[in-house]
């Protein structure tokens, strides 16, 4: 077949982008500043092509003195991508009209927040990382320039040349993302659930570029230990994506020989629990021994940091998360869990591989871990992942982590505090921290869910899709901690997509027990809903289940289950 890269010969064409484009219109004006004309004609849909005339003209005209002329734009959700301005014409006051020279300055600003779209370079720890946000465009007349992609929601333009007019034809949100079905999805009685389960797979989405980021502002690399949540949302909703290895293999091409997985050593824990779960969901042997010498590479380095008494030990830089930094003892006994977990997840696969000695060892690994239990620590992921692990009571740390509600939860491990609440029989308690947490970020004016939150930001804050108020706190640019403080905080980060796991796994109670689907057991609760219906994507088609609650507070469950999957209770 002749096209055009075998004709011409002298383009070489590396990579295809996975990715589809969709042009956006504004959905609102949130402000103007100095003299602009016909903004909200900004909000009606207009032709990508630019021509000679103009049905409609939008004008910011700058004086020599004054304001300059400016429009704040929302495009209504997050999105990945950039923005294309359609310019009609530029004319400068007191000259003639030339084709060739005539331009116009405009500073671009985007924000995940409206307060951040206003904000000057490094207010509030504002930044360029990763995607430029703060950019100086030159605009010629009958063009279309497009910026560079970030995450954003909101945009704003100023007018920085003097005695100009710029005209515009409109202004287009350029959406960059892979336009996949939802194969799976999640309902029940509860609306609130509904949209925090819609928004979490929009925020797994958005993340999901050339590969699986972290985050589509700040943060936009791969990261072994970040993927575990996207990759358990991947598997419920969308399927067998190829993304998935790929991005798998991507940190181990990125690693040296010998050396921890993106430089953290906790993260060939999370790595061998992301191999583990990708090859229960797709039964993809091939792939699996694909990663053979990688995974008995990553184990051997595993296994030298476990003391004699049975101490995880990890070496190089230690990190649970964020909010963990600095508390070493909750670190510790998350760190713990983390090992116990991770060399379950190894040993079960060097036994699909026939790896008999390597699956040894790492029973072995996992009998030492177990001589040593570290004390509670009052941290709530930390304490989770020793209930996961069997190191503690899961009755006894659930009943730890009711207290104060969604007061201390982590958006990074999430998955595992309302997994253990699941274990501990706390369902009701883990769907009310889902609507405290989740539904507070909604309620700040999310649309994709964030980096990190807690609930005590709330008070006294305006959302992030209004103008600053005066006596109020700026729930963006006001908190955050770490590596996130003020507005260099993401507000799309997949690893916060938690509810859909948890809402697929527990509360439907789907649970994958051989590879590929081929043998899983179904067990709903519900909690306090009165009904949930769920679709989970399987290599052998659509397994639906459907359950209501009964008076005797048992539900009543049907099954739809392709030929090849066995159900057990």
């Known amino acids: ?53 103009c049905e409609r003209e939008i004008t910011l005209r700058n004086d020599t003195d004054g304001a300059h002329a400016s429009v704040l734009l929302d495009f209504g959700m997050e999105i990945q991508g950039s923005v294309r301005i359609q310019v009609f014409t530029v004319r400068h006051s007191g000259q003639d009209e ?45 063009s279309a320039p497009e910026t560079s992609e970030t995450g954003f929601r909101f945009v704003h333009l100023e007018l920085l040349s003097p005695d100009t007019v710029l005209t515009l034809a409109g202004v287009q949100g350029v959406l960059i993302f892979r336009d996949l079905a939802w194969q799976g999805h999640f309902e029940c009685s509860d609306p609130l659930l509904n949209r925090i389960y819609d928004t979490a797979v929009w925020t797994v989405q958005l993340n999901m570029q050339e590969y699986l980021w972290d985050g589509i502002k700040r943060d936009r690399l791969v990261w072994a230990g970040d993927m575990g949540t996207e990759i358990r949302t991947i598997a419920a909703v969308f399927g067998n994506q190829r993304i998935v290895p790929e991005s798998l293999e991507r940190v181990l091409r990125q690693t040296p020989q010998g050396k921890w997985i993106n430089g953290l050593s906790s993260y060939a824990l999370w790595w061998f629990m992301e191999v583990y779960d990708w090859f229960m969901t797709t039964g993809d042997r091939e792939w699996l021994e694909s990663q053979r010498e990688s995974l008995l590479s990553q184990i051997r380095l595993i296994r030298t940091c476990v003391t004699e008494d049975g101490r995880e030990n990890l070496t190089g830089r230690r990190y649970l998360d964020w909010p963990s930094s600095e508390n070493p003892d909750a670190m510790h006994a998350g760190l713990q869990g983390l090992m116990i977990l991770a060399v379950q997840s190894a040993e079960k696969l060097f036994d699909f591989l026939g790896e008999e000695a390597a699956a040894r060892d790492c029973r072995e690994t996992e009998a030492l871990l177990r001589r040593h239990v570290p004390a509670l620590s009052g941290y709530k992921q930390a304490d989770a992942l020793l209930a996961l692990s069997g190191l503690r009571d899961a009755g006894e740390v659930a009943e730890m982590l009711t207290r104060g509600g969604a007061a201390g939860f982590s958006s990074f491990l999430s998955c595992f505090t309302l997994g253990a609440l699941a274990e501990g029989n706390r369902i009701r308690e883990a ?139």
């Not at 020279?101 to 990763?130: D, I, W």
């Not at 700040?444 to 899709?465: K, L, Q, V, Y």
């Not at 003020?486 to 789907?510: D, N, Q």
């Not at 909690?527 to 359950?547: H, N």
């Open 1 to 53: 077949m002749r096209d055009a890269f075998s004709v011409l010969g002298r383009l070489k064409p590396t990579d295809k982008d996975p990715r589809d484009r969709r042009y956006l219109t504004p959905v609102r004006v949130v402000r103007t500043t100095g003299d602009v004309q016909g903004a909200e004609q900004l909000l009606q849909p207009t032709v990508s092509q630019v021509a000679l005339t």
């Open 431 to 569: 769907l009310d921290c889902i609507r405290a947490y989740w539904g507070g970020m909604l309620k700040m004016g999310a649309t994709s869910f964030w980096e990190d939150f807690d609930i005590r930001w709330m008070e006294n804050a305006f959302p992030i899709d209004q103008l600053p108020e005066p006596g109020k706190k700026d729930v963006h640019g006001d908190f955050g901690r770490a590596c996130y403080v003020g507005f260099r905080h993401s507000l799309c980060h997949g690893w916060a997509a938690s509810p859909v796991p948890f809402l697929t796994e527990h509360v439907a109670g789907i649970r994958v027990l051989d590879p590929g689907f081929s043998r899983v057991s179904i067990d709903p609760r519900l909690g306090d809903l009165s009904w949930i219906r769920c679709t989970c994507p399987t290599p052998y088609g659509a397994l639906s289940v459907e359950a209501q609650s009964r008076p005797d507070g048992e539900p009543e469950v049907r099954i739809r289950a392709p030929e090849g999957i066995t159900v057990t209770p």
């Open 98 to 142: 030339d084709w060739g020279n005539n331009l116009a300055q405009v500073r671009v600003r985007f924000g995940e927040s409206v307060s951040e779209t206003l904000a000057e370079y490094r207010e509030k720890n504002t930044t360029n990382n990763h995607a430029p946000r703060d950019m100086v465009l030159c605009l010629p007349n009958y």
